[in-house]
């Protein structure tokens, strides 16, 4: 194991970790050798994913919490630091969406996105931010998106919040550098989840996919196509001694999406 990129001994918390990319992130960091601590809303989907993620000898230790409450948050903290003693890295994965033309999104459903994916991010955030200013050490990382780069259509709020989290991660960083405290952020791309499998079935849309996506990988079932596991690597690197002089960065793992505009033009 090279020390430079090892997370042995973490204390990690991820948010949203129980299904999709907060639950790759966090069996990524559990097989590595941390001592992870995974949180969402529904107490048996939870304790299932930490059942089933957690490798021999590991800890996986599920707490319960609602991203869009703040006090529920704070306790949270709380409640990590006081089991564990510390938080070494938190990784800020709730969110949730909705697709629809802009002018059809009620008060409700607005609430229900950005309440969860920016207001709870930055409550999370500054809940565990307290905690690593005082150790003066932590690293913070954002789940954003390609959003955040260019909007898609129809999912206008959840781009919102996402070029919210952008701007976030950037001012956190700002602030707490001088604690030692580093914030970053990881944007996936078009990336095969439970939740955007349907998408992904669509033909038409499949085709833009692999059309507005460069990088190719053969050795991968589908062509040009992002997987939660592709978050792991990177988001290693920002908790480890590696990455540590990196802080308000956004790192777009979309396999070149956002290179730049692919026009349908034959050469």
């Known amino acids: 194991m090279d020390e430079l990129f090892s997370v042995a001994g973490q204390v990690v918390l991820v948010s949203g970790a ?6 790759a992130i966090a069996q990524g960091f559990a097989q590595r050798g941390a001592q992870v601590v995974i949180t969402g809303r529904v107490a048996e989907t939870l304790k299932r994913t ?3 993620i957690c490798p021999p000898g590991g800890m996986v230790r599920p707490m319960v919490c609602d991203a869009s409450d703040a006090k529920a948050l704070q306790r949270l ?11 070494d890295t938190l990784v800020n994965c709730a969110g949730v969406n909705k697709r629809m033309r802009v002018e059809d999104y009620d008060e409700a459903t607005y609430d229900y996105i950005t309440n969860i994916n920016i207001r709870g991010a930055f409550f999370l955030a500054t809940a565990v931010g307290r905690h690593m200013i005082r150790a003066r050490r932590g690293s913070i990382i ?4 390609l959003n955040s780069h260019r ?15 952008s701007s976030m991660t950037r001012s956190m960083a700002m602030e707490w550098g001088p604690y030692g405290v580093r914030v970053n952020a990881v944007a996936p791309g078009f990336t095969l989840t439970d939740l955007t499998r349907p998408l992904w079935n669509d033909e038409n849309l499949d085709r833009w996919r692999r059309e507005n996506t460069p990088l190719r990988r053969p050795d991968m079932p589908h062509e040009g196509m992002g997987y939660p596991e592709d978050m792991v690597g990177v988001s290693i690197f920002l908790a480890a001694k590696a990455s540590s002089f990196i802080t308000g960065q956004v790192i777009y793992v979309d396999g070149g999406t956002t290179c730049g505009l692919f026009w349908p033009l034959a050469v």
């Open 50 to 52: 930490a059942e089933e």
């Open 18 to 23: 129980s299904r999709g990319i907060g639950r």
């Open 142 to 145: 954002n789940i954003d998106s």
């Open 151 to 165: 909007p898609l259509k129809h999912v206008a709020p959840y781009a919102m919040s996402k070029a919210a989290m």
């Open 77 to 87: 903290a709380d409640a990590v630091v006081a089991e564990f003693g510390r938080i």
